[in-house]
């Protein structure tokens, strides 16, 4: 047998890459090569524009001339660190190197030794990761989970007044409807959103231990705390300004439980809209040269919602490991996060393929209001909660004296299947009054859905208030 050519070892990077590629811009190792440039780059010019050691600002032009290592990094950038870190068997120590050779190239060897002045290495690893974490998730992540939270929206809003039979414990219950249950699952996301939206990212900048060691010793008059805050919310991060050797990762760890939770949500809904799929509700609609099974012309398998289950549920398990793993490091620094962190793409790529899986399965489903209706004409039954909490109401206000209402209905409908007819009959000989029992009389499954429509449109107020928030 043949050996094969070298091959992905993930499908993420192999037969899902078209559905998450855009993550690779970020969590990978050239995105994370990129970031630690940037970082490096702009140390360098934070302590030129402050004049240390007898340094010169550098100039407007000077400073687009760096800038534009980080801005037009590409391949041939990626095969230099990956050659440099052959040599140095350390990554960060071969960014710095690369970096001085872009000095050189620029006329600017007089400022080689500010490169990585003062820096350990997780001083340029905590912010590139802070960096290339929120950039995926802000421009990538995000954007997809609220394209979904808009499609289950949108669907709420269509099905808003279809009403449905309720399953609790898997057993007939009191009606609603499809869209009322659907905005549910995107009130639940939209709160979510919230708070990973607010996630704050946090940056250290002290040094070998989190003391400023180093630098107080260089330059004994400079007020680093400032200066590492200044660095640090320069680059759009917020800053922590007692850690040891590495920032703490608790805003990580903060993140990742909060996309996990958005992950579980999503896989309820999964399930859920699989459910509704098997009970007919919901048709699913034909990929035109699709196949469903390979022996059964005629299956339809819901397989978006079933490959979104599985990549939320891989998503969770690494996310759940980096929040676990990252909030511990022996005494003042152990490199067990170093290997952890290398993984946070493959969390996120596995959530962003089930909300590609899932945005593109509530494309493919459509709504059998015929097969809603039967079911509750199906289910009468469910009105005796209505029944007797009616008669309860009579009681309390004197035009009843029926004992223990709901004993009655429980004799008349447990375990049962109570007709349309018999219901009608059961109503007219109770001892309520006229205008209960025509409320009564009148109703149906479909009808007994209460403001369930109307709640839908807590949709629309809970947006508002997201946006004044």
Not at 171 to 196: D, N, W, Y
Request: proline share 4%; net charge negative; charged share 25%.
């Amino acid at each position: 047998m043949t050996s094969l050519p070298p091959q992905p070892l993930s499908p993420l990077d192999g037969r899902y890459r078209s559905a998450v590629g855009e993550l690779g811009e970020h969590l990978s190792e050239a995105g994370l090569n990129r970031a630690r440039v940037q970082v490096e780059v702009e140390w360098l010019i934070a302590q030129t524009d402050r004049g240390f050691f007898g340094s010169t600002p550098l100039s407007a032009e000077q400073k687009a001339r760096l800038r534009s290592i980080v801005a037009e990094f590409g391949q041939a950038d990626i095969d230099e660190l990956a050659s440099l870190e052959a040599t140095t068997r350390h990554d960060v120590k071969a960014v710095e190197y690369y970096v001085r050779r872009r000095l050189a190239d620029l006329g600017l060897d007089t400022i080689a030794e500010l490169t990585h002045f003062a820096c350990t290495s997780e001083d340029i690893n905590n912010l590139a990761y802070a960096i290339t974490v929120r950039d995926a998730v802000r421009d990538v992540w995000l954007p997809k989970y609220r394209g979904v939270i808009d499609a289950i929206a949108a669907l709420a809003r269509e099905h808003r007044d279809a009403p449905m039979l309720s399953r609790t414990h898997g057993q007939p219950a009191t009606p609603t409807t499809m869209g009322k249950e659907l905005a549910v699952f995107a009130h639940r996301l939209g709160r979510i959103s919230t708070q990973i939206e607010e996630t704050s990212y946090l940056g250290k900048f002290s040094g070998a231990t989190g003391t400023f060691a180093a630098h107080v010793v260089a330059a004994p008059d400079v007020a680093w705390p400032a200066v590492s805050r200044e660095f640090v919310e320069s680059l759009g991060l917020d800053w922590n300004p007692l850690t040891t050797q590495i920032e703490s990762h608790d805003w990580q760890a903060e993140l990742y439980a909060r996309i996990s939770h958005a992950n579980r949500v999503l896989h309820n809904l999964a399930t859920d809209i699989w459910t509704y799929i098997s009970l007919g509700y919901f048709r699913q609609i034909p990929a035109a040269g699709a196949t469903g099974s390979s022996t059964m012309p005629h299956k339809v398998n819901p397989i978006r919602f079933e490959n979104a289950e599985a990549n939320l549920e891989l998503s969770s398990a690494v996310l759940d490991s980096l929040a676990a793993t990252l909030v511990t490091s022996r005494l003042q620094r152990d490199l067990t996060d170093s290997s952890a962190q290398r993984n946070i793409g493959v969390g996120f790529g596995h959530s962003l393929l089930a909300l590609d899986n899932i945005r593109r399965g509530l494309d493919e489903i459509d709504l059998d209001r015929g097969v809603l209706a039967a079911d509750l004409d199906g289910n009468w039954e469910v009105l005796g909660e209505a029944i007797q909490t009616v008669i309860r109401a009579e009681v309390v206000a004197g035009r009843s004296t029926i004992a223990d209402p709901y004993a009655l209905l429980k004799e008349l409908t447990r375990g049962k299947r109570v007709g349309a007819a018999e219901l009608a009959a059961f109503v007219e000989g109770l001892e309520i009054g006229d205008a209960a029992k025509a409320r009564l009389l009148a109703l149906t499954p479909g009808g007994y859905t209460g403001i369930a429509s109307e709640l839908v449109d807590q949709l629309d107020a809970s947006h508002r208030a997201a946006v004044h928030r």
